[in-house]
């Protein structure tokens, strides 16, 4: 449902162009979760509500819709021969699931202590730090490919009920697979954060593909990959594993433009059916 709404988006006139004969181009999913590619003359800057965005030397740029994205977004351009442009980008609304997670250790759904909080709220802070990354890279420009194929077993923007209590949104896509199965690289990047044990997420990997672009892999068992180094699409970076709040092993995909959290998903074809 989710890509036919996309296609259909994608489809409606005037979206696509600014609308006079200055370039102003975008392709991606017009829908909450979504990411867009922006394409307009180089030596421009853009605004994307009001926010500066980074800009290629190609006139490449990114927008990201967030899982509660409000209907419009606008997206305003200036060209280096001092004309203006803007488009205003129509956000299609999702519907999410409720998907209801019992038999986690208590300490994991409601931690309470001072040092676990304390602890939570330390690795909330590095793994902030490795997404404010503004790298000119434009890894991202290569078509995604699934870090491993299997069976889905939990969808982006899902309401998560705790043992029975109602928690956060999740923000990612979950594949089981056993643990000690190979993670691939579903692009290239830089790692910018390898942790091997975080509270929430257990064994945490994050890989940055350019312009605040970023891949998070949780619950891991096991890290092949460092800090600082480059990795090419395609490349085992990490091992499925069950640490963290979990039931069972499996890999949680999730992607951030900067704090905006998009829904890997859409990024890449359908899961292939074995």
Same mark, same amino acid.
């Given at each position: =449902? ?9 489809? =409606? !006139? ?8 200055? !370039? ?6 017009? $829908? %909450? ?11 421009? %800057?853009?605004? /994307? ?12 740029? &990114? /927008? ?21 442009? #803007?488009?205003?980008?129509? /956000? ?13 250790? +208590? %300490? ?21 730090? @490795? ?19 299997? !069976? ?20 990612? $896509?979950?594949?089981?697979? !056993?643990?000690?199965? &190979?993670?691939? @690289? ?6 910018? =954060?390898?942790?091997?044990? =975080? ?15 970023? *891949?998070?892999? &949780?619950?891991? *068992? ?8 480059? $990795?090419? #699409?395609?490349?085992? $970076? @990490? ?25 890997? +998903? &859409? ?8």
């Amino acid at each position: =449902m989710i890509r036919a709404v996309f296609c259909l988006l994608l489809s =409606m !006139p005037g979206l696509l162009w600014a609308g006079d004969s200055l !370039p102003l181009t975008f392709k991606g999913s017009f $829908i %909450q979760g979504g990411l867009l590619q922006g394409h307009t003359l180089p030596g421009s %800057q853009v605004r /994307v509500d009001g926010k500066a965005v980074r800009i290629s030397d190609k006139g490449v740029f &990114l /927008v990201g819709f967030g899982r509660d994205a409000k209907a419009e977004s606008l997206v305003q351009v200036s060209y280096s021969d001092g004309r203006t442009s #803007q488009r205003v980008l129509k /956000v299609a609304k999702r519907e999410y699931r409720i998907q209801r997670i019992d038999g986690l250790p +208590e %300490q994991k759904v409601t931690p309470r202590s001072k040092e676990d909080l304390a602890r939570i709220g330390k690795e909330a802070a590095l793994s902030r730090k @490795a997404r404010k990354l503004d790298d000119p890279r434009t890894d991202f420009l290569a078509d995604f490919i699934w870090p491993v194929e299997g !069976p889905i077993s939990g969808v982006y923007g899902s309401q998560r009920v705790l043992n029975g209590k109602p928690r956060r949104p999740h923000f990612g $896509i979950d594949i089981a697979r !056993p643990t000690g199965t &190979l993670v691939k @690289a579903p692009a290239a990047g830089v790692v910018t =954060m390898a942790h091997s044990d =975080m509270f929430f997420s257990g064994g945490t990997l994050i890989l940055d593909h350019g312009h605040g672009l970023s *891949s998070s892999f &949780l619950h891991l *068992s096991r890290i092949l990959v460092k800090k600082g180094q480059r $990795i090419e #699409q395609g490349e085992a $970076i @990490a091992e499925i594993g069950a640490t963290g709040r979990v039931t069972g092993a499996h890999l949680d995909w999730r992607m951030n433009l900067f704090t905006k959290r998009v829904d890997p +998903e &859409l990024l890449v074809p359908p899961m292939p059916q074995k």
